[in-house]
């Protein structure tokens, strides 16, 4: 399966534009990608370069946030196929969204979540794990 996964929220807490703290999505991702499934990052996190003032002069600053939940997967040794779009739709569709047979997202409708004191909720991935072990997908 093609699976789109959302990064803050799901990967992490919600902490941009830092990286969040782990909530547990690394070894549900990473028994994803053992089992043959195809991960594509899939989030609002974008590059840029933004022009900022400062000592009265306008400068051009990198943000590079998109890069950054990239090396977070790297780092946790979890192999991406797509970063914003599946590799393969591009034979059939321009569109924007990328394409996958599952998304997980802590936006998603359904998507079982942790709600803390403080924050904003964020995924329960020992929940995703069971469900996707009940779907046959684990």
């Keep these: 399966m093609d699976i789109c996964i959302d990064f803050d929220g799901t990967c992490v807490t919600h ?4 990286i969040g703290k782990d909530i547990g999505a690394v070894p549900v991702l990473r028994e994803l ?3 043959g499934h195809k991960l594509i990052l899939f989030t609002m996190r974008s590059d ?4 900022k003032k400062k000592d009265g002069e306008t400068i051009t ?3 590079n946030f998109l890069t950054d939940a990239v090396n977070w997967f790297k780092e946790n040794g979890i192999e991406l196929y797509g970063i914003q779009k599946n590799p393969r739709q591009r034979f059939w569709t321009n569109s924007p969204k ?3 047979h599952l998304y997980i997202d802590d936006a998603n409708l359904g998507c079982p979540l ?3 004191e403080e ?3 964020y995924v329960d991935w020992n929940a995703v794990r069971e469900s996707l072990k009940e779907k046959g997908i684990l």
């Design 119 to 121: 924050g904003r909720p």
């Design 48 to 51: 840029r370069k933004v022009k």
């Design 61 to 63: 600053v990198e943000e």
């Design 114 to 116: 942790i709600i803390p």
């Design 98 to 100: 990328a394409y996958g």
């Design 15 to 18: 902490e941009f534009p830092a």
């Design 33 to 35: 990608t053992e089992a």
